[in-house]
């Protein structure tokens, strides 16, 4: 809804973005302590420990730092907002202008895949900080820094994209009827 209401304080042109920034905040919040711990059970696991379980992890993070051990690489989560402004920028701007040419459907689906390329681009090489971050790694890699993990994230974001965007036209065809 929050689209919808947005345009109350800020310029049309600019509430897909500021939507996005509120749902990123929302997510980070709740979703960060959960990604922390698979981080730590997937790292523990590649670096050939045993396995412990994602409860055991989550008590060892917690005595760590306490709750704030679970927010590691948050502010790198939040510096990647501008992602989801690109996207959504990037969804509604080109959707507009395909949905002439193409239709719907394929507006829609050309879009997401386009925005998601996009924003992938732009914010892979702060997920792989935000990810050594909360792996405890406080170096840099030596390369690959705009490059590690890129095609399997551009694969993902991709399919991403075209689920993101067809749950959201979904929910605002319904919504309006």
């Known amino acids: ?24 905040v929302a997510y980070v919040s709740l979703a960060m302590p959960v990604e ?29 730092g306490g709750p704030l051990r679970f927010y590691r690489g948050a502010l790198l989560s939040l510096v990647n907002a501008p992602e989801g402004i690109v996207w959504w920028l990037a969804y509604e701007n080109i959707k507009k202008v395909l949905r002439s040419e193409v239709g719907e459907l394929a507006s829609c689906c050309g879009s997401a895949v ?43 974001a991709a399919v991403g994209g075209l689920l993101h965007a067809s749950g959201y036209e979904t929910i605002t065809h319904y919504g309006r009827a």
């Not at 929050?2 to 990123?24: E, I, M």
Request: one cysteine or more; hydrophobic letters at 50%.
């Open 114 to 156: 386009i925005a998601s390329t996009l924003s992938s681009l732009l914010a892979n090489p702060i997920d792989v900080m935000k990810t050594r971050a909360q792996a405890g790694v406080s170096t840099l890699p030596e390369s690959g820094l705009f490059t590690r993990g890129l095609l399997p994230r551009l694969m993902m």
């Open 36 to 64: 922390v711990v698979t981080v730590r059970v997937q790292c523990l696991n590649a670096a050939g420990r045993a396995h412990r379980g994602a409860l055991v992890e989550a008590r060892s993070l917690w005595a760590e």
């Open 1 to 24: 809804w929050s689209k919808y209401r947005l345009d109350q304080w800020v310029p049309q042109a600019a509430v897909p973005g500021a939507a996005s920034v509120v749902a990123d």
